[in-house]
């Protein structure tokens, strides 16, 4: 048997037990939140969006006073010709907002999955000029964080990750997802961004693991275990059709902020036309926030007005 059909093998097996134990285990979540604030903030360019993201935020009052915050954007890979990653100038003005609403600390982390130089990235990306700019932001490769042990819902057959003490120390956890199509899951949005917070170092590239045990329940276990507690969303410069990473870029001019992620994803596969229920990973992930508009409050912009077809695999 050779290493290529080995590890195909222990793949399947790892899938069928995680199908066996859900159906043992019967996992719940508890609902966090009774109503949800979504606002949608027209963006029709990157120039404007420290004034946008300020707007949003004022919008959400988040209490930040005194926190200290974590942003964790979308960095898997840089093509100057391709939306896949979380804008620098969204990332840098949101720290500089929050920094002005009063965050003690504001550090933006990621765990890119496919690129292990995560240096080049933020130079490529343009991301580390931004930092500088703002400055007091520090980053934090969360691929070589310090680790502690996480126990796990259930929804796959993992009882524990081990994540980095960077996520589980800080009081704010916001997502900032790039919106985008995704040809695995619909969508990868601010639930699907926690990916990047499992450590490549301990747990490889680009996260098989996560794979193996199927990415929808990967990603309900990691919502339930690392609370999401504001979202920022960036769909000023989206992806559709074979995303994450070879899609088409559309322009659908919007940053979208919520203080509940399962609302954020709710509202963004609303803006691209696609209906919520029918993504797996966030109808499982619903009882943790609100999925229905009935229980959402609505700001800034209506649906109506930015709504678009994207194109799916």
Not at 225 to 244: K, L, R, S
Not at 253 to 266: E, K, S, T, W
Not at 268 to 280: D, E, W, Y
Not at 298 to 310: A, K, N
Request: aromatic share 4%; charged share 20%.
């Amino acid at each position: 048997m050779n290493r290529r059909t080995m590890l195909q093998g222990t793949a399947l097996a790892l899938t069928g037990g995680a199908v066996a134990h859900q159906l043992s285990r019967r996992p719940r979540l508890r609902r966090r939140v009774e109503r949800s604030t979504v606002a949608i903030l027209r963006c029709s360019d990157y120039s404007l969006a420290p004034e946008v993201v300020a707007d949003g935020l004022r919008l959400l009052s988040p209490a930040v006073r005194g926190k200290r915050v974590l942003l964790k954007p979308n960095l898997v890979e840089y093509s100057p010709k391709a939306s896949i990653n979380t804008h620098p100038m969204v990332i840098a003005s949101a720290a500089d907002s929050l920094y002005r609403l009063g965050a003690a600390d504001v550090i933006v982390a990621e765990g890119p999955g496919h690129v292990r130089d995560t240096d080049q990235l933020l130079h490529e990306c343009g991301l580390a000029a931004q930092l500088a700019a703002v400055g007091r932001i520090r980053f934090v490769d969360l691929n070589f964080d310090s680790v502690r042990r996480v126990s796990l819902a259930g929804f796959t057959a993992l009882r524990e990750l081990w994540l980095p003490e960077t996520v589980l120390g800080a009081d704010v956890v916001i997502s900032m997802p790039k919106v985008k199509t995704h040809h695995w899951t619909g969508v990868t949005l601010g639930l699907k961004n926690l990916f990047g917070i499992v450590p490549g170092s301990v747990y490889g590239w680009p996260k098989n693991i996560l794979h193996w045990q199927g990415i929808d329940n990967s990603i309900v276990d990691l919502a339930a275990a690392v609370p999401v507690h504001y979202v920022i969303a960036d769909g000023v410069e989206a992806m559709e059709g074979n995303g994450p990473l070879h899609g088409q870029s559309r322009h659908l001019g919007c940053l979208v902020f919520a203080n509940d992620p399962i609302a954020a994803d709710a509202t963004c596969c609303r803006l691209m036309c696609i209906a919520p229920k029918r993504v797996r990973h966030v109808s499982m992930a619903s009882p943790l926030g609100r999925l229905a508009p009935g229980h959402i409050d609505e700001l800034g912009e209506s649906l109506d007005s930015m709504r678009q077809l994207f194109q799916t695999t």
